[in-house]
């Protein structure tokens, strides 16, 4: 089982493949992008977040990927990305016990760079002694919601 992706990740043996009529198997191409994002030597700007992040071993194994992916597909209008971090804040690994299957929209609600975020939840902020709250639409406008 050679390590084709990154230097870790390979297909294995079993039912999944990397494609299918001659096109990409969706969950082929969100697991390639994961090992891409988590382990690429020069990272484009966009993907600086990204740096100290891996990829569990249990998923260098493209088939036991698959098989969670297709565990937790659901129907959805919007595309589905995968995240690592709303479940479990600052987190930087990708597992079947850390990731979730979200729309796209939702998970652009989560800021992805630990300064944005900060040590508060998302949307709450420290202002004069003061908690503050703030909502965001989905398109990057945000809400204020109150100081407390």
């Known amino acids: 089982m050679s390590k084709l992706i990154c230097n870790v990740g390979y ?5 999944y493949k990397s494609m299918i009529n001659y096109e990409y198997d969706p969950a082929y191409r969100k697991w390639y992008d994961m090992l ?31 098989q969670w992916y297709y565990t937790e597909l659901y129907p959805c209008e ?7 971090d709303i479940l479990y804040k600052h987190n930087n690994i990708y597992s079947e016990r850390t990731c979730l299957l979200v729309p796209s929209k939702i998970n652009n609600l989560f800021p992805n760079a630990k300064k944005i975020r900060g040590k508060y939840p998302v949307g709450v902020s420290k202002h004069r002694n003061k908690y503050q709250a703030n909502s965001c639409d989905g398109t990057g406008k945000t809400k204020y919601l109150g100081s407390y």
Do not use: M
Request: aromatic fraction near 14%; proline fraction near 2%.
């Open 36 to 66: 891409k994002r988590c382990y690429t030597t020069k990272p484009l700007k966009s993907q600086e977040c990204y740096v100290g992040c891996e990829v569990d071993t249990y998923w260098h194994n493209y088939q036991n990927f698959a």
């Open 11 to 15: 297909i294995g043996e079993g039912n």
């Open 78 to 84: 919007d595309k589905l990305v995968i995240d690592k």
